[in-house]
């Protein structure tokens, strides 16, 4: 495993990264080359980088690692080759008759150097999606992944190292003390995903240097199931949702509203959907563990202090061999029956497969419970009544929404991903990650004859009807 970074080195290699960007800035040629190649190395070590997150995890599912680490990058990278040119060609923009007849347009030019701070949920992902989006818009980059994932660091040093030259892509590995110095550089763009209460940390570094922050969070993404809700079908949607990575995903249902009415309805479809799911848990090889174990006993906690208010707590499976499954960081998904707010697992994000289900009787109710807490990343709505639907999207607020359906919002390259207030700031993917790591800079040219040459002192005879003109 690779040592950690000397906090006395991370300002000389920031130092390397911009000096070699300000001698040569990326042009599309370039950009494009490193996209091609860094697509091609990852494709060819997919099994590896599958291998090495799952060691991390202590088990995790390759086939969940090669969709969500693999194919999603896969995906962008090729979004991004495919649209370059076109999100670098400069924006024709109008002056109106008043500055006529002079001509303006917007070029998207590179910031310098962006500081990517990634998490250990989705190592690669978040990791590689934003580096790859600040390359391509001719940055060059510092990466700084969750020291939770030691050996796909080491596969991301290795990667990396192939595909770029030291002085456009450098990577700082380490702890609390590396990310905090890491977050202190003077960045053009500072990029974070992780929790809220390390967001602000990371948003109070960079505070001196007046750096730009794009912060992914989290926070609690609330599904609700209308009255019309296909029951199986979004029992089966949801539980994907839930399930995926073993819950710890940023956009994974947190908790659930559903009618009263059918609460025990949705509870058997789930039971139904996951037992068809992992009719062995404890030996599937689709169910990841938890990452570690201060948050496998972070989720137990949340599930003692439930009990301990009185809440009913529902395993969906039964495990044979608790013990055993304890020592491994196997938690099975569990419900959490109309919990209050005074509840751990309702005051913070999960992040773990245990989804608390609240009912209930009028529509205004569910509106009125996300409106009364932090906006979340993602909100999900499952049903077909037009009506309730655009009451939901035309009174809430939220990061991302996804209808009848689950995490697919975060796939689509041609839709903004962030979050808003508590569960972060800024976005990207696709165009609008371009965008964001870019300088949307202006540039106005005037012709070699202009009435502005008039309009100057003294204001009297013509340039006093020219200002009249001009006010009209």
């Known amino acids: ?11 000389p290699t920031l130092q390397r990264l911009r000096q070699a960007w300000q001698q040569r800035r990326p042009d599309y040629t370039q950009r494009r080359d490193d996209l091609q190649r860094l697509r091609a190395a990852f494709h060819a070590r997919l099994d590896d ?84 989006t600040a390359i391509a818009a001719g940055n060059h980059v510092y990466l700084k992944p969750s020291e939770y994932n030691p050996r796909t660091n080491q596969f991301l040093r290795e990667l990396l190292t192939e595909v770029f030259p030291e002085d456009r892509v450098a990577m700082a590995v380490g702890g609390a003390d590396v990310a905090a110095a890491f977050a202190s550089l003077p960045f053009d763009h500072i990029m974070f995903t992780g929790s809220t209460a390390v967001g602000r940390k990371i948003m109070a ?28 079908t979004t029992a089966t949607r949801i539980a994907t949702g839930k399930l995926f990575n073993g819950g710890q995903t940023c956009i994974a249902p947190d908790y659930v509203l ?19 799911r992992y009719p062995d848990i404890e030996h599937s090889p689709d169910y990841t563990t938890i990452i570690n174990e ?46 209050g ?26 509106i009125d419970y996300i409106n009364a807490h932090d906006r979340p990343l993602a909100l999900y709505h499952f049903g077909h009544d037009r009506d309730e639907i ?9 990061g991302g929404v996804c209808i009848n359906e689950t995490l697919l919002q975060y796939a689509c390259s041609n839709l903004p991903f962030g979050g808003v207030g508590a569960s972060g700031m800024g976005q990207y993917h696709g165009h609008d990650g371009f965008v964001t790591f870019s ?19 003294p204001y009297g005879g013509f340039p006093a009807k020219l200002i009249k003109l001009l006010l009209r």
């Open 1 to 11: 495993m690779a040592a950690a970074t000397p906090v006395e080195d991370l300002a």
């Open 49 to 132: 980088m599958a291998a090495a997150v799952s060691a991390d995890f202590g088990h995790r599912s390759t086939h969940e690692s090669l969709l969500a680490d693999g194919m999603t990058v896969l995906a962008e990278l090729d979004h991004m080759l495919a649209n370059l040119r076109r999100w670098m060609k400069p924006q024709r923009r109008g002056v109106g008759w008043r500055l006529w007849p002079a001509s303006a347009q917007v070029r998207h030019v590179p910031l310098g150097v962006v500081g990517v701070i990634g998490p250990w949920n989705y190592p690669v992902n978040i990791s590689l999606v934003p580096l790859a």
């Open 205 to 232: 570094a960079a505070a001196p240097n007046l750096t730009p922050v794009t912060l992914e969070l989290g926070g609690k993404s609330p599904a609700v199931v209308g009255a019309d809700a296909p029951m199986a």
């Open 258 to 276: 559903v009618p009263e009415s059918r609460r025990d309805e949705f509870v058997q479809a789930l039971r139904n959907e996951v037992t068809s």
């Open 294 to 339: 201060g948050n496998y006993r972070r989720l137990r906690g949340y599930l003692d202090d439930a009990r301990a208010r009185g809440v009913d707590v529902v395993p969906l499976v039964q495990l044979k061999d608790p013990q055993q499954a304890e020592s491994r960081r196997l938690l099975p998904p569990t419900l959490v029956m109309q919990p």
């Open 341 to 366: 707010d005074d509840a751990k697992v309702m005051q913070e994000e999960i992040f773990g497969p245990i989804l608390p289900i609240r009912t209930y009787r009028r529509f205004d109710e569910v």
């Open 390 to 398: 655009e009451r939901l999207l035309g009174n809430t607020v939220a």
């Open 439 to 457: 300088k949307a800079m202006p540039v106005l040219r005037q012709s070699r004859w202009t009435l502005s040459d008039r309009l100057k002192p």
